[in-house]
């Protein structure tokens, strides 16, 4: 396969992309575009934000703890009592009587209320730092099945070129042999390797199709097409270019840190509820009472009322209560908290030593992906290189067909790991800013600038 035609079918990758995928559609969606649906359709994140609200109004709860609590109560109550020893007193009562009150309490001194009340503000922070790291954990989830899709067609366009080069040498090898000019070995050969890139690209065909249902599944579309990356791709080192700026980055951003603070935070009131057990509480209370009855006496003479009455009571005061003892549940509940209290401390402690590790990792990812592109750009100028030269070597007959074969096999190889070292760098710095928990849909955007227009 000759150069020109070579460098047609690369620039024809963005359009195997397209085609395959379905319908040509009118334009190619960016990585911010996919992100903005899947953000408004993944079920996951949905979910992740149905639990913040939850945990919103479940914080707002607490502060009824610290307020007021009103009350009306309302009874009707009609008796019928019938005397009948002694004979001479024989009578038959009749009374009804109707109460209404009105009862308020307002807590003056509970400090088991006051640690809920503070859990429950401490509960906003935990929903928030939740919800961050949802909304990172989809940022690089749409951004992983992005360049999965362009990886694999990618590697579907290198295969189907890989057939034309290995066809045409085929048809080569068949009519050298036919002129007498080489062996059947070559043709044989040549037929090996054609039949086995058609079965690359039967699984390189199935990849791409598997990788597009997940990324249609994400976003909720039904075609979902990716813009490609555009050429020549330009890749920016890390910054700041200090490992350990990243570490401290993430130990003061890393929303699961951040939970686990809170987690902490959390503990430490909810001993300081197990040790109000042992204090005194103090209640304000009022209630308006309005009471009615009415008193009938039925005998042998007629009916007679001995009369009906009329009350309206108003009270105020103060309700305390010092506990006393408890079989010992306080003093156990104490115990119970406090050891709770040690393990949020220590998990706490564990997770920034994994967080600080992880950001390592990714950091190091990133520095070791850029220098891997570096290297497979030079491989992929000397791969064409010894490619011309054993196209040039066949021709004169100082190279055999096999060597032509192996030559082509070994460039579009090296241009498969080359475009998927590039994603890999790329999402790598995204994976690198979600390490340090400092990842937001703005830093989707550096990206999106390096896509095709």
Do not use: C
């Not at 109460?99 to 928030?128: C, F, H, I, M, W």
């Not at 590697?155 to 057939?163: E, G, P, Y």
């Not at 009270?315 to 003892?325: D, E, Q």
């Amino acid at each position: 396969m000759s150069r020109s035609s070579f460098s047609f079918t690369l620039r024809a990758i963005p359009l195997v992309v397209a085609m395959y995928a379905g319908a040509l559609p009118v334009h190619a969606q960016s990585l911010v575009d996919l992100y903005t649906a899947a953000r408004g359709f993944d079920a996951t994140y949905q979910s992740a934000k149905s639990q913040f609200d939850a945990n919103l109004a479940k914080a707002d709860q607490a502060q009824a703890l610290l307020l007021p609590t009103v009350g009306l109560t309302a009874s009707v109550t009609q008796n019928n009592q019938d005397v009948q020893q002694p004979s001479a007193s024989a009578k038959n009562y009749s009374y009804g009587s109707q109460v209404v009150t009105l009862a308020a309490t307002q807590p003056l001194y509970r400090p088991a209320n006051a640690a809920s009340y503070e859990q429950g503000k401490k509960q906003v922070d935990l929903a928030q730092a939740q919800l961050k790291q949802a909304e990172q954990d989809l940022i690089v989830k749409v951004s992983q099945t992005y360049f999965d899709v362009l990886a694999s067609a990618d590697n579907l366009a290198f295969v189907k070129s890989q057939k034309t080069a290995v066809s045409e040498q085929l048809a080569s090898a068949k009519r050298n042999f036919e002129v007498g000019t080489s062996t059947i070995t070559d043709s044989r050969e040549a037929q090996a390797r054609y039949d086995l890139v058609i079965a690359q690209e039967l699984a390189a065909d199935n990849d791409l199709l598997v990788k597009t249902l997940a990324l249609n599944q994400l976003t909720g579309l039904v075609n979902a097409v990716p813009t490609p990356l555009n050429t020549p791709v330009l890749l920016n080192g890390v910054e700041p270019n200090s490992v350990e700026l990243w570490v401290g980055n993430s130990e003061a951003n890393h929303p699961t840190i951040h939970q686990l603070i809170v987690a902490l935070d959390l503990a430490k009131l909810e001993t300081a509820k197990a040790q109000a057990g042992h204090k005194p509480t103090l209640d304000l209370t009022a209630s308006y009472s309005n009471s009615g009855s009415q008193n009938n006496l039925l005998a042998t003479t007629p009916k007679v009322i001995y009369g009906d009455t009329m009350a309206n009571v108003a009270a105020i005061g103060l309700s305390f209560n010092l506990p006393l003892f408890a079989g010992f549940s306080t003093q156990n509940r104490i115990k119970e908290t406090l050891a709770l209290e040690d393990k949020a401390r220590t998990d706490l402690e564990a997770t920034k030593r994994t967080v600080a590790q992880g950001t390592r990792t990714a950091f190091y990812g990133v520095q070791s992906g850029l220098g891997q592109v570096k290297a497979l750009e030079a491989a992929e100028a000397s791969s064409q290189s010894a490619l011309d030269a054993n196209k040039l070597g066949y021709q004169v007959g100082v190279r055999i067909n096999i060597d032509v074969l192996n030559s082509q096999s070994q460039l579009f190889d090296t241009k498969a790991k080359l475009a998927k070292a590039r994603y890999d760098v790329l999402l790598g710095g995204l994976k690198l800013r979600q390490a340090a928990g400092t990842l937001t849909a703005d830093d989707l955007q550096p990206v999106n600038a390096q896509l095709a227009k």
